[in-house]
């Protein structure tokens, strides 16, 4: 009985921190509001910016990751498509989205200095250090001793608006036979929404 209140009390703290402290019912309609139509925005110049995404397929059991790769005038620098054999969860799925795509800028020469995903939770738990309270600490202490080697990587969360070429480029992941990537390019079902956000 002990272990359900605590993982209540965990999950009401959670919540009430992912809602500015408002209890259920009384959310800040403004706020969310202003969230919902943010859009992608640039990372500073010669900076890199990696967007990482998500796309389960439940009932097949796998897990399509989306990671792009973008300069300060929005070009896409690299992106990656990895589709994964699990069944997992989803907040574990965007951390291992964070790390490969933290990993995938380094191996191409492209160090982001801003990490953004739509996985508020795990998000708020890189930046606050809280490996061991989490199911997936081991991937989160991963990320960490990524960015202690990359000094000035930033993680943030965004919208899912502002996430659509990662989370495509996820989807995509679950469509195709193996993982796929692409330098300085990008599949062809990515083009419109690259185009809209370097469009602003």
């Known amino acids: 009985m002990a272990d359900a209140i605590g993982w ?3 999950y009401l703290g959670d919540y009430m921190c ?3 402290g408002n209890l259920p019912g009384r959310i800040d309609r403004e706020h969310v509001n202003r969230d919902l139509m943010t859009s992608w925005s640039s990372p500073d110049t010669d900076e890199y910016k990696t967007n990482c995404g998500v796309a389960l397929d439940r009932r097949k059991r796998l897990v399509g990751l989306g990671i792009i790769v973008r300069n300060e005038a929005g070009e896409v620098m690299a992106c990656c498509s990895q589709k994964l054999k699990a069944y997992i969860s989803v907040e574990t799925a ?5 790390h490969r795509g933290v990993q995938f800028g380094i191996d191409c020469g492209l160090n982001p200095s801003l990490v953004d995903s739509d996985e508020t939770l795990v998000v708020k738990w890189i930046n606050q250090g809280n490996f061991r309270d989490s ?20 993680f943030s969360y965004i919208t899912s608006q502002a996430n659509r070429a990662a989370l495509n480029l996820a989807k995509f992941a679950l469509r195709i036979a193996e993982g796929t990537f ?7 079902c990515n083009r419109s929404i690259v185009e809209d956000d370097r469009l602003g």
């Open 94 to 98: 965007n951390a291992m989205a964070i």
């Open 182 to 188: 692409w330098i300085e390019d990008y599949p062809a």
């Open 135 to 154: 199911k997936f600490g081991t991937i989160l202490s991963d990320i960490d001793d990524l960015r202690t080697a990359n000094s000035g990587v930033s």
């Open 18 to 20: 992912l809602n500015n």
């Open 8 to 10: 209540s009390e965990k």
